[in-house]
């Protein structure tokens, strides 16, 4: 019976909304307090813009002056794209490298239909009620996949606009073809979360629906988006927890991506506790061979929308789980730079290992090939065994080259199926009088110009003990092992 008023109340309070009345009072739902939100997050605090912009800039350099060079001398981004990546599966030559390094923290919501992403959006950004909320509702609702940004005005964009502004780093999105633009949606507004993170809400999966009706490559585009994200929400509800061919293969293309993610049971309040523990274990018991860590993922459970939670269930409960989930979020937020800088760095040893692996090549063919020589025939027993011409483990006598960082053989031979080995110069004689060498750019970048600008921005949040407060500023400091 309670479950029937509850509904009922629902209903009047959705035939209110949809009549424009203005008196809510006796509309059972009331609105929930959000102030732990803005504190959370801290979104009331003055964002040090100025010293993040010069940190970017200082990045930006960097990347251009030490790294790009080698990138485009050994055609880098030509490698297989999975093991081109800033970020893991990144590609910072597909689409204009600012726009990569520059871009915010993306925040990925994924998930079955009608569980309550959108409306998690709603809640976090406050546009419930208003004109520009995400349009939510029990049927499957969101057939779009809908980038929330930051803009100083509210308006919508094209997906084929978004795809023609390299600035927005969503360029390679146009390889999905034009039936996915039509469904890719922008939407800016001006609002202090979107300064500091992106969101991107999802269709909801449908287990009973074939990929191809979705007109595009559905898998494919969550991977791109998956591949890209700083932090994953995935989101169930206590209605569907049952896991399907589509769902299976969300998790799938999650494989690795494990700390990025976060599973939210919500809509925990339309449950008595005896029956969110039963629901809650059902979950594991469905997530469990699909995640395969030895830790288990944390799940947070909570009810995530405007209205206050339901009477009788245990709201302090699902307050400090919605707490610790900001918390989570605020955490991407603040070090966002740092992550930034030490992918940039990431990508800089793949790029290096990578022109010294082709560097060896080069080299061991010009050893091999004489006047008599087919050259067609001397590089092809160089890529069938390259162990037995050294090319790999010369490359792990190099400082800065770990074993677990090297591509894979299979990469190179499509690589240079598609790039002709006399293409390319050896390393020595990639110099410049002014510009000084490639390699030696690079490993500079990386040894000592990244570390650095890391250290900088580390050193302003966290001052060392060299201070006057550690020691005293006419004070030596006491060496607590000498005797006096």
Known sequence: MKGVVSICCFVSLLLLQATGEE??????????????IEETLRLATDDKSGDYTAALQKLRKIYHSAIKPMEQAYKYN??????ISAYPGRNLGDSGTDGEITSKPMVLFLGPWSVGKSSMINYLLGLQNSPYQLYTGAEPTTSEFTVIMHGEKIRSVEGIVMAADSSRSFSPLEKFGQNFLEKLIGVEMPHKLLERVTFVDTPGIIENRKQQERGYPFNDVCQWFIDRADLIFVVFDPTKLDVGLELEM????????????????????????????RVYGALFWSLAPLINVTEPPRVYVSSFWPYDYA?????????????????????????????????????????RIHALLVDRYVQTYNDKMSYFSDPELVFKEILDDPDKFYIFKSILAKTNVSKFDLPNRDAYRDFFGVNAITSFKPLTTQCSYMGGCLLGKIEKAITDELPALLSSINSDKQPGLTSCEATGCDEKPKNRYRKN
């Open 23 to 36: 008196e809510v009072e006796d509309v059972p739902y009331a609105l929930r307090d959000k102030t732990h």
């Open 78 to 83: 030509e490698l297989r794209q999975h093991e």
């Open 250 to 277: 969300l998790f799938r293309q999650l494989k690795g991506r494990e700390s990025q993610i976060r599973i939210i049971l919500n809509k925990a309040d339309n449950l008595a506790t005896q029956d969110l523990m």
């Open 311 to 351: 009477p009788d269930t245990s709201r302090e409960l699902f307050k400090r789980e919605e707490i610790s989930l900001l918390e989570d979020l605020n955490q991407v937020i603040e070090n966002r730079l740092e992550n930034k800088i030490a992918f940039i760095r990431q990508h800089g040893i793949r790029v």
